[in-house]
Protein backbone atom coordinates (compact mmCIF):
# COMPACT_ATOMS: atom_id res chain seq x y z
CA UNK A 1 0.00 0.00 0.00
CA UNK A 2 0.81 3.72 -0.41
CA UNK A 3 0.15 6.97 1.29
CA UNK A 4 -0.57 10.26 -0.16
CA UNK A 5 0.75 13.86 0.68
CA UNK A 6 -0.23 17.00 -1.43
CA UNK A 7 1.27 20.14 -1.46
CA UNK A 8 1.59 23.28 -3.80
CA UNK A 9 -2.01 24.80 -3.44
CA UNK A 10 -2.46 28.10 -3.43
CA UNK A 11 -4.40 31.46 -5.07
CA UNK A 12 -3.06 32.56 -7.95
CA UNK A 13 -4.38 35.08 -10.69
CA UNK A 14 -5.34 33.55 -14.19
CA UNK A 15 -2.92 32.97 -16.95
CA UNK A 16 -0.02 32.52 -14.04
CA UNK A 17 1.47 28.84 -12.98
CA UNK A 18 1.57 26.84 -9.88
CA UNK A 19 2.73 23.08 -9.43
CA UNK A 20 1.56 20.73 -7.18
CA UNK A 21 3.32 18.30 -5.49
CA UNK A 22 2.53 14.55 -4.05
CA UNK A 23 4.79 12.35 -1.95
CA UNK A 24 4.32 8.86 -2.10
CA UNK A 25 5.21 6.39 0.85
CA UNK A 26 5.22 2.90 0.85
CA UNK A 27 5.12 0.00 -1.98
CA UNK A 28 5.90 2.23 -5.33
CA UNK A 29 6.80 -1.33 -7.20
CA UNK A 30 4.17 -3.99 -8.66
CA UNK A 31 2.28 -1.71 -11.08
CA UNK A 32 1.82 1.70 -9.35
CA UNK A 33 0.11 4.20 -11.71
CA UNK A 34 -0.49 7.81 -10.28
CA UNK A 35 -3.05 10.16 -11.33
CA UNK A 36 -4.14 13.31 -10.21
CA UNK A 37 -8.26 14.60 -9.73
CA UNK A 38 -10.02 17.74 -8.84
CA UNK A 39 -13.27 18.35 -7.66
CA UNK A 40 -15.02 21.90 -8.01
CA UNK A 41 -17.51 22.88 -5.40
CA UNK A 42 -20.82 21.35 -5.99
CA UNK A 43 -18.87 18.89 -8.59
CA UNK A 44 -17.97 15.56 -9.09
CA UNK A 45 -14.17 14.42 -8.65
CA UNK A 46 -12.73 14.28 -12.25
CA UNK A 47 -9.51 12.56 -13.82
CA UNK A 48 -7.09 15.48 -14.74
CA UNK A 49 -3.85 13.06 -15.38
CA UNK A 50 -2.23 10.08 -14.81
CA UNK A 51 1.29 8.71 -15.49
CA UNK A 52 2.56 5.10 -14.70
CA UNK A 53 5.09 5.01 -12.03
CA UNK A 54 7.19 2.32 -13.64
CA UNK A 55 6.90 4.17 -17.43
CA UNK A 56 6.23 7.13 -19.50
CA UNK A 57 2.83 7.00 -20.43
CA UNK A 58 0.96 9.99 -19.75
CA UNK A 59 -2.58 10.43 -20.15
CA UNK A 60 -4.66 13.82 -19.71
CA UNK A 61 -7.78 15.37 -19.84
CA UNK A 62 -8.39 17.12 -23.12
CA UNK A 63 -9.46 20.57 -20.73
CA UNK A 64 -6.05 20.46 -19.31
CA UNK A 65 -3.95 19.12 -22.70
CA UNK A 66 -1.10 21.77 -23.31
CA UNK A 67 -1.44 23.41 -20.45
CA UNK A 68 -1.14 20.81 -17.93
CA UNK A 69 2.39 18.58 -17.22
CA UNK A 70 2.53 15.58 -15.42
CA UNK A 71 5.65 14.24 -13.99
CA UNK A 72 7.75 12.56 -11.11
CA UNK A 73 11.01 11.73 -9.51
CA UNK A 74 11.46 8.64 -8.93
CA UNK A 75 14.09 9.25 -6.47
CA UNK A 76 12.43 11.19 -4.20
CA UNK A 77 9.03 9.42 -4.75
CA UNK A 78 7.69 12.33 -5.72
CA UNK A 79 4.56 13.17 -8.08
CA UNK A 80 4.02 16.66 -9.93
CA UNK A 81 1.92 18.46 -11.80
CA UNK A 82 3.02 21.95 -13.81
CA UNK A 83 -0.07 23.67 -14.09
CA UNK A 84 0.25 26.93 -16.52
CA UNK A 85 -1.98 29.13 -18.36
CA UNK A 86 -4.41 28.80 -15.65
CA UNK A 87 -7.89 29.48 -15.99
CA UNK A 88 -10.63 30.59 -13.15
CA UNK A 89 -12.21 27.06 -14.20
CA UNK A 90 -9.17 25.21 -12.65
CA UNK A 91 -10.79 26.38 -9.42
CA UNK A 92 -10.97 23.32 -7.37
CA UNK A 93 -9.17 20.84 -4.38
CA UNK A 94 -6.85 18.51 -6.35
CA UNK A 95 -6.33 14.97 -5.16
CA UNK A 96 -3.51 12.82 -5.82
CA UNK A 97 -4.28 9.11 -6.25
CA UNK A 98 -3.03 5.72 -7.10
CA UNK A 99 -3.96 2.48 -7.91
CA UNK A 100 -2.23 -0.98 -8.43
CA UNK A 101 -3.05 -1.63 -11.97
CA UNK A 102 -0.12 -0.22 -14.00
CA UNK A 103 -2.04 1.93 -16.17
CA UNK A 104 -4.48 4.88 -14.37
CA UNK A 105 -7.89 5.20 -15.40
CA UNK A 106 -10.13 8.17 -15.33
CA UNK A 107 -12.63 6.26 -12.98
CA UNK A 108 -12.64 7.83 -9.16
CA UNK A 109 -13.61 4.08 -7.75
CA UNK A 110 -10.90 2.47 -9.40
CA UNK A 111 -8.77 4.03 -6.60
CA UNK A 112 -7.72 3.06 -3.53
CA UNK A 113 -5.12 5.77 -2.26
CA UNK A 114 -6.09 9.04 -2.04
CA UNK A 115 -4.09 12.21 -0.13
CA UNK A 116 -6.06 14.90 1.65
CA UNK A 117 -6.27 17.26 -1.10
CA UNK A 118 -4.29 20.34 -1.92
CA UNK A 119 -6.90 23.69 -2.63
CA UNK A 120 -6.41 25.62 -6.29
CA UNK A 121 -7.86 28.90 -6.62
CA UNK A 122 -7.57 31.04 -9.46
CA UNK A 123 -8.49 34.58 -9.49
CA UNK A 124 -10.17 36.00 -12.77
Known amino acids: QVQLAESGGGLVQAGNSLTLSCVIT????????TTWFRQAPGKDREFVAS????????DYADSVTGRFRISKDKTKNILFLQMDNLKPEDTAMYYC?????????????????WGQGTQVTVSG
Open 97 to 113: AARYGHTGTHYVHEYEY
Open 51 to 58: IRWAGTLE
Open 26 to 33: GRTYGGLA
